[in-house]
């Protein structure tokens, strides 16, 4: 039996624009599981991006031809993973209440330690921190995924 070899995590940062449609969310999640390898909080994470996006891509005037995405992420290992999606805003639709629709700001706001939303030059951006709750003592190694 091998024993894991660890390797440093260290702070990464992105920042990348997707065309506006909800097509483009499976490629986001891809693009922020990569940055966040090693990462304890991954999938909590990928979630949240994954949801913003969403909504990014669907109910903003991104979703119009032409329209764009941005989405950055910020990861200080030991502290907090940062993720914001800028969109070209728009008014905020609230459509009747559906059962299997319209959960996604009830869930970045059951996972994030904090979040909220700026008006920006593009429109506006939606933004929430999530502590980086280390598996190790002090959470800058991580176990080698490939030992």
Not at 95 to 105: I, M, N, V
Request: aromatic content about 4%; charged content about 20%; glycine content about 10%.
């Amino acid at each position: 039996m091998s024993t894991p070899t660890l390797t440093l995590v260290r702070p990464r940062a992105s920042a990348t624009t997707y065309p506006g449609g909800p097509e483009q969310v499976h490629q986001v999640r891809a693009d922020v599981r990569r940055l966040l390898r090693g990462c304890p909080v991954a999938d909590d994470v990928i979630l949240c991006v994954s949801e913003l996006a969403t909504n990014a891509a669907v109910h903003s005037d991104s979703r119009r031809s032409g329209g764009t995405f941005t989405v950055r992420t910020k990861s200080c290992p030991g502290a907090d993973v940062r993720i914001e999606v800028e969109d070209a805003g728009g008014p905020w639709v609230t459509s009747a209440p559906d059962p299997t629709h319209g959960r996604g700001l009830d869930i970045v706001r059951a996972l994030a330690d904090d979040w909220g939303i700026t008006t920006t030059p593009a429109g506006r951006a939606i933004w929430a921190r999530i502590t980086w709750r280390a598996s190790g003592a002090i959470g800058l190694a991580q176990p080698d995924e490939a030992a």
